[in-house]
């Protein structure tokens, strides 16, 4: 039986030193987590209208199978 991954979206932008905070942070919990496969797909919110207005004063943000966290 094979394990669904994760899918971890990454709202992030060019220079933001809170968003590399948190890509270290979620490295750490990945990397114990080594069991459980993930899919990352970063979005850079400034390449997007739609994401930057949704996030542009909440970043970084972190979802996991659709829920912010």
Known sequence: MSIQPLQLL??????????EKAREA???????????????????IESNEEWH???????PVVEIDGAQV
Do not use: M, N, Q
Request: proline share 6%.
């Open 10 to 19: 990454f709202y992030t932008k060019h220079d933001c030193p809170l968003c």
């Open 26 to 44: 979620v490295g750490r919990v990945l990397a114990k987590l080594d069991s459980i496969p993930v899919e990352i797909d970063t979005r850079d």
């Open 53 to 59: 207005e949704e996030y542009k004063l909440l970043i």
